[in-house]
């Protein structure tokens, strides 16, 4: 019923809680831990009993709500030790040597990794040994407390197996305490550790009353390389008779701690991970000089990171971008098969440099893939690797502005990228002839090459079968898109194109209708898809439909307009592969669920939408610019580059088309593979196979022996869930977060596509979380090609990830929306319903009235 924190015996957390369980363990340890006792879950079944007995609980179990917990509470907190509880306690606590107690209490589920009770269960200091009974029960009492039980139940725990067990411990009567984390918690860097320190007792700083002192320790060169001195104002003492004392400190900008204390706490902080081999915070306190460890947790709220990407501490730091992110605006992990066939189309179309391995250029682990900044300047150079990331967004930019990388030179070989220099010599041979075109020659032509490979492409992936061995056929598939790359340079026209407009109108005020010639290009296959689907929301059949069951069932049967079903079976035929995630062979298509089709659809703001003014925004700008050439004497070269620039850059975007259209093939042939597995029990559900990799795809055809769900299981291990990822993190776990840059009230991004407006603001995580109304300007942190929808109702954009060669950039010049990127952070200061102004000019964006 009771367990010394001395004793021999660690009991489980089940029956002494997290707490207690951590203040045996560290005992025994050998850490200066106060000594004490903790009553068992056991030591309190019969107020258990009661209180599970009264119609009070049932009541709650019916419905949890404040008022029948605080019920609850009430009739906890007047409860009595039995004889038996009464006879085991007051022999265990008469042979604790001290005058004064502390007790808290001690979950079986608090402190565990994935919860945090902080706040929640009732802690009550400086109790004298005639008064620990009621404190008992008042600590025993905040287990049925309301915020208690809704967090249990928010976090799928079983209510009805509440219990508690509690710490009665020596009161420590400290001169100074605190808290400290063997990471640093404001940016993650595992080899820092973070201290707060105030006067007197720990409970002014976990309560709040107190702006503490802080401290960071650099633990690998065991040195102080911050501090900050809080105000300190108000401190708690403990009460010689009882009780606690609140008082004015006069030294209350004094350093509550001296550097050889801070080092010293460092160090013990760290052993402490050491032990629990995982990141903890403690709670801690020094009296007459001794240091003394008071409480030790998990830390539940730190990224992880996965272990094959860390370096040892004091090894050269390497420096990852998320490269999902940055590239193709999502940072959801992908299936474990969508990461190795996308990994694997990388290599060849960007001829070596990108590579997946951990160490390699682009290590592809666990559902992300990372840029290795590190990695990467060893393979092209120090000034070409920072040029090259730098060019893609204005976060990385400011980001690396403030670290020396090259203080950190890779260590070791760059793994995979061997034949980077014959291979990229080859594919720029291979290539040659397209460039030729696309500069010197006849773009029509090239643009006619162009579409001849990409349709045999599409020929090839559509005679993709089952019956092939999925690895090598599925890497055939890929390395198709080689084929593509050779042809595609035809976009280096529009290149050409747009550089001798530029030439041609320097100095000229024209730079909105320059913009505007991005709009409506030919060969962009997300532009014609968010025109397509603007017509198919525009027709009178579907407007009335009014639900997602409705919408499958008039498709199902064919009985919308005919109208409709034209624009129906085009879309089917040529953007079916399209959606959330398309670049991941896993997820799901339209053929799967046309509902999607439908939620896409209903978002269209058919009466003001961006698509509707393309076309004449695009035809003014023309105008205006002929009048100017017309008086430069350059209407024929002004004319020549306009028609080029329409005519092939757009294609831009066309590789990526065929990229998702193999991906959407591979995707079915995955799931007729699948359905045999299911047939014969193997798997549950279909789906599953994407948790395998292509070779074990053929080894389970193969061999039926082949353990399908444990092959999932291992390669599912390494995933971790996290809501937001970070952009930029290095080796040692350290998140680097730019600054937004704010300049006379205006937020300072990149100007993505020109052009100025002001509206309110909507911010949305995801794309169809909630309505974006006419006139709204969509805020969000990157966007795909599965927002086009209600991208195009926006009035302006504003994303805090995202260069001008990013999904959301292109959309945005094309039809027209004024767009300003690079802004992390901006989700959390801009709020739905805020008045703002979108400069696409100068990339500024500025809150003009909050909602």
């Not at 992300?368 to 070409?384: D, I, R, W």
């Not at 990830?801 to 989700?827: D, F, K, N």
Request: charge should be neutral.
């Amino acid at each position: 019923m009771i367990f010394r924190l001395t004793g021999t015996e660690l009991p489980k957390v089940s029956i002494v809680g997290g707490k207690g369980r951590a203040l045996i363990e560290t005992s025994q340890a050998g850490f200066p831990v106060p000594e004490g006792l903790v009553l068992s879950v056991d030591f309190f079944n019969e107020w258990l009993i009661r209180i599970k007995g009264s119609k009070h609980w049932e009541k709650v179990l019916e419905k949890t709500d404040k008022a029948h917990c605080e019920l609850l509470v009430d009739m906890a907190k007047k409860l009595k030790f039995n004889e038996k509880m009464l006879r085991c306690f007051e022999e265990e606590v008469s042979l604790l040597d001290d005058n004064l107690f502390a007790v808290r209490s001690s979950s079986p589920e608090e402190d565990l990794e994935g919860t945090s009770y902080a706040g929640m269960y009732e802690s009550i200091l400086g109790q004298r040994k005639d008064q620990l009974e009621t404190a008992v029960a008042h600590v025993f009492s905040s287990c049925f407390d309301y915020r208690v039980m809704a967090y249990k139940k928010e976090k799928g725990l079983d209510i009805e197996k509440t219990s508690i067990a509690v710490v009665v411990q020596k009161q420590i009567a400290s001169e100074i305490s605190g808290v400290a984390f063997s990471l640093n918690p404001l940016n993650n860097a595992f080899d820092e550790v973070y201290i707060n320190a105030s006067f007197g007792l720990g409970e002014s700083i976990v309560s709040g009353i107190v702006t503490p002192d802080s401290y960071i320790v650099d633990d690998v060169e065991q040195k102080i390389i911050d501090k900050k001195i809080g105000d300190k104002k108000i401190s708690l003492w403990l009460n010689k008779q009882g009780g606690i004392d609140q008082k004015t400190q006069d030294n209350k900008d004094k350093q509550t701690l001296d550097d050889k204390q801070i080092i010293a706490l460092a160090q013990m902080v760290k052993k402490c991970e050491a032990y629990y081999k995982m990141p903890i915070d403690v709670e801690w306190a020094i009296e007459k000089g001794k240091l003394f460890l008071l409480q030790s947790r998990p830390i539940t709220t730190y990224f992880p990171f996965f272990k094959d990407l860390l370096t040892e501490p004091g090894k050269n730091k390497r420096f990852y971008i998320d490269l999902m992110a940055l590239t193709q605006g999502f940072d959801d992990p992908m299936s474990v098969l969508g990461l190795e066939l996308w990994a694997n189309m990388l290599i060849e179309v960007k001829m070596h440099m990108m590579t997946p391995p951990a160490n390699g250029s682009t290590p592809a682990i666990y559902g992300k893939e990372y840029f290795s900044l590190t990695a990467f300047q060893k393979v092209v150079g120090k000034k070409n690797a920072i040029k090259f990331v730098s060019s893609y967004d204005k976060n990385i930019k400011n980001i690396f502005e403030q670290i020396d990388i090259f203080e950190h030179p890779f260590e070791g070989r760059v793994e995979g990228t061997e034949k980077a220099r014959s291979t990229m010599f080859k594919s720029v041979f291979k290539m040659l002839p397209g460039i030729f075109i696309g500069l010197f020659g006849n773009y029509e032509k090239g643009i006619e090459k162009y579409l001849e490979t990409s349709n045999k492409i599409i020929n090839k992936t559509n005679m993709l079968s089952s019956q092939d061995d999925f690895a090598k056929m599925s890497g055939n598939a890929l390395a198709y898109m080689t084929q593509a790359m050779s042809t595609a340079p035809v976009i280096f026209s529009g290149m050409v194109a747009k550089n001798t407009m530029a030439s041609i109108f320097k100095g000229e005020d024209v730079e909105n209708e320059l913009s505007a010639m991005n709009m409506d290009l030919d060969g962009n296959p997300t532009s014609e898809m968010g025109h397509l689907m603007y017509q198919m929301a525009c027709e009178t059949s579907f407007n009335q439909v009014s639900s997602r069951e409705s919408f499958i069932e008039n498709i199902r049967n064919r009985t919308f307009e005919q109208s409709f079903l034209n624009l129906f079976d085009e879309f089917m035929s040529k953007y079916s592969a399209r959606g959330f995630n398309e670049i991941d062979v896993a997820s799901k298509r339209l053929p799967e669920d046309l509902g999607i089709l439908y939620d896409k659809l209903i978002e269209i703001n058919v009466v003001d939408n961006q698509i509707i003014k393309v076309k004449e925004k695009r035809k003014l700008a023309y105008e205006k610019l002929l009048v100017v050439a017309k008086k430069k004497g350059k209407e024929r070269k002004f004319v020549k580059a306009a028609e080029k620039m329409k005519a092939t850059f757009g294609y831009r975007e066309h590789p990526k088309y065929l990229i998702v259209l193999i991906m959407a093939k591979l995707h079915d042939i995955c799931l007729e593979i699948a359905e045999e597995f299911v047939r014969d029990g193997r798997i549950e559900n279909k789906y599953d196979i994407f948790d395998l990799k292509a070779d074990e795809i053929d080894q389970a055809r193969k061999n039926i022996s082949f353990d399908i769900n444990a092959a999932r299981q291992k390669n599912l291990s390494g995933y971790v869930s996290c809501k937001d990822w970070p952009l930029v993190i290095d080796s040692r776990g350290k998140i680097y977060k730019p600054k937004l840059e704010v300049m006379d009230g205006d937020y300072i991004g990149d100007p993505v596509a020109p052009g100025k407006v002001t509206g309110k603001a909507k911010v949305l995580r995801t794309p169809y979380e909630k309505p974006l109304d006419s006139g709204e300007i969509l805020i969000a942190k990157f966007t795909e090609p599965s927002w086009t929808p209600i991208f195009t109702n926006a009035s302006g954009v504003v994303m805090e990830v995202g260069g001008p060669l990013q999904h959301g950039g292109i959309i945005a010049r094309e039809y027209g929306i004024p767009c300003v990127s690079g802004l992390m952070g901006i989700m959390d200061i801009i709020k739905d319903g805020d008045l703002i102004e979108v400069d696409g000019f100068n990339g500024l964006v500025k809150i003009i009235q909050s909602a």
